[in-house]
């Protein structure tokens, strides 16, 4: 089972970084949580304009890969679905930050600014549930 995992994992991340958003909003509501990473609080991350980046990944196994390097203190952490989207999106959009979407080890994954992931997560939860 865990060869099998392991595969799944290394499918996932070898996806577009467009294809793995859409598996994070499925998974994530699916699952109605979100994963990020913890280091003494919540871990940003900033990209070379100095956007602050709050980073999201559906699953556990997928934050712990990127728990190298500056990283490598850090590790995985999960909120329900709806404190993220009615605590944390307002939040990160009234300091003007972005969410990264499923972040690996070898791709920067996708900003997007937080309203809008946040429309796409409930847009999928309206049309499943």
Known sequence: MAALREQEV????????????DYFIKRAVGYEEVWGIKEDGWKLSENSSGLKVF??????DY?????VGEWARCVPA?????????TFIPNLNE???AVGVFYTPTDAGVLMPPYDLA???????????
């Open 78 to 86: 999960s909120m329900p679905l709806d404190l993220f989207l009615d």
């Open 119 to 129: 429309k796409r997560l409930r847009d999928y939860e309206d049309e499943w549930y």
């Open 55 to 60: 980073q999201v990944w559906p699953f556990d």
């Open 95 to 97: 300091q003007r930050m």
């Open 63 to 67: 934050a712990q890969l990127c728990c």
């Open 10 to 21: 290394a499918a996932v991340c070898s996806l577009s970084a467009d294809e793995r958003v």
